[in-house]
Structure formats: structure tokens, C-alpha cells
């Protein structure tokens, strides 16, 4: 283990400590810059949210923390607080799902990811959750070592007729 992660771990539980609108008001601008940078290397980062203003503002710190370029796509399932708002406001792309069903809006968010953003890695989180900063690089590295090609039979993948595995 590295020396270095009981301090990450550490530093990132401070981050939960913190008041929710003090990170509105002093983080927002770092957190916005952070986010959004679209491109085939950075990672979007679905989070079904809530009712969760008041837990998403330490988790999308955290996320802006990270050591690959993320794109947050929360996904407002119904709130009756001002969730979507909070997302907008730290620089998270919001995707309205109105079911209720959190499987729904999970699928909601990465039916935009898909359609919308040219990245080919699509990671989900919680709107509780507090993400250490090598989160989505690891994610990243340990999906692309056990990724089969898209044709491979035992990984569900359908061969077209007259074509070999």
C-alpha cells in the first residue's frame, strides 16, 4: 500500500466534514473548472441523484479531485430539493428522470453519455459517495485490462453470419 493513501483517505473524509454551502460558495469555481472537458479520454461519471443537494456538493469535490479528465452526469430522479440546481451549479451535465425508479435514472444517465459525449468510458457512482482521486484512473486501467473485443461470444457479443470469432 502506498505511503501516501492513509493521507488521501484522510483528506477525502475531510471533504465530507465540510458544509455543504461552503463548497457552493468557495469550490464552485474550481470544482466548474475541472469538469466538462468532452473528449475520447475523459471519463463520464453517471450519478443517479436524490433529493441530494445536500450530499452532492462533497461528492462532486471529490470527483473534481481526480487524476483523468471526468464528466459528471447527474441524473435528477424526482427531487423535491433543489438537486439538479446544485449539480448545475458545480458543473455537472443534468439529465431529468422523473421515474422514480433508480435503475431508470442509472440508464437515463448513461443513455446521454452515449449519445452525447464522445468518451468511450462510462463509470457510475452514488450522490453519497466520495470518490478517492485515482477512483476513475484505476476503474479506467482495470476495465480496459479485462475489456474483450465487442465480438467475443463469451462476452455476449453476436458474430454476423459468414464471419470467425
Known amino acids: 500500500m502506498s505511503r501516501l493513501l492513509p493521507a488521501v483517505i ?11 454551502a461552503d ?25 443517479p441523484a436524490r433529493d441530494e443537494e445536500h450530499d452532492l456538493p462533497a461528492t ?9 479528465s471526468v464528466v459528471p452526469i447527474v441524473v435528477d430522479n424526482g427531487s423535491q430539493d433543489d438537486t439538479g440546481a446544485v449539480a448545475a451549479h458545480l458543473g455537472a451535465r443534468v ?13 437515463a ?9 464522445a468518451t ?9 459517495t466520495l470518490v478517492l482521486p485515482a477512483w476513475a484512473e484505476t476503474m479506467r486501467r482495470r476495465l480496459a485490462a479485462t475489456a474483450r473485443p465487442a465480438h467475443d461470444p463469451d462476452a ?6 459468414g464471419t470467425r470469432g
Open 120 to 128: 468511450k468510458d462510462v463509470l457510475f457512482t452514488d450522490a453519497d
Open 95 to 107: 439529465v431529468s428522470a422523473e421515474s422514480g425508479a433508480k435503475m431508470a435514472a442509472t440508464q
Open 23 to 47: 463548497i457552493l460558495t468557495q469550490d464552485a469555481t474550481w470544482i466548474r473548472g475541472r469538469f466538462g472537458r468532452v473528449s475520447r479520454e475523459c471519463v463520464a461519471v453517471v450519478i
Open 60 to 68: 462532486l469535490l471529490a470527483l473534481a479531485r481526480s487524476t483523468v
Open 156 to 161: 455476449g457479443g453476436l458474430l454476423a453470419p
Open 109 to 117: 444517465g448513461l443513455r446521454h453519455a452515449i449519445t452525447n459525449l
Open 10 to 20: 484522510a483528506d477525502t473524509a475531510a471533504i465530507r466534514r465540510r458544509d455543504p
